[in-house]
């Protein structure tokens, strides 16, 4: 199935109810967060409860939630939602406990079959270097893969200036 097609059914929110999770990988610029925002905002149209967030805001506030002892209910936040979209991960490379706090919430969304919803600009081949080690992003990875929909964006970037011929000169 061609990708237009296959993100416009994502516009039904079926991968929602089945618990299905989606990754957008690409470099930046393809609009892999626009379509997210899209489909979240579709699914809040829909009634459904929907977070948005970027992967380092998300893990700047569970770092800050273990110093003031609210991590479990910031956890909550970050679990509990029907479909969960952390955007841009990838751009920082995370250290062990940021990672561990990111397996947290991947696996605790995956035992409850919630749908998180992933733009990222780095392969799953390459998230050992920005998840701390090998294990852990092979362990996220896997909870990800296993009942989810992978979108390869590909083309040039939307912010590229675009190339103007120059008029003819008079």
Not at 33 to 40: H, R
Not at 115 to 122: A, E, G, K, L, Q
């Amino acid at each position: 199935m061609e990708i237009k097609a296959r993100v416009a059914r994502l516009l039904d929110l079926e991968f929602i109810d089945k618990g299905t999770s989606v990754i957008f990988i690409g470099n930046p610029g393809v609009g892999k967060t626009l379509l997210a925002k899209i489909i979240g905002w579709r699914a809040c149209q829909a009634n459904k409860r929907v977070l948005f967030t970027t992967a380092a805001d998300m893990l700047n506030h569970l770092n800050a939630s273990q110093i003031d002892h609210s991590l479990i209910r910031k956890l909550k936040l970050y679990t509990e939602p029907a479909l969960l979209v952390i955007d841009e991960l990838g751009y920082l490379t995370l250290d062990q406990q940021t990672s561990n706090l990111f397996y947290q919430v991947v696996s605790t969304r995956h035992s409850h079959q919630r749908s998180t919803m992933i733009t990222t600009n780095t392969a799953f081949s390459d998230w050992g270097n920005i998840l701390h080690n090998t294990t852990i992003a092979t362990a996220i990875a896997d909870r990800l893969v296993e009942n989810s929909e992978i979108f390869l964006l590909g083309g040039d970037s939307v912010r590229k200036p675009k190339q103007h011929s120059n008029p003819p000169a008079e």
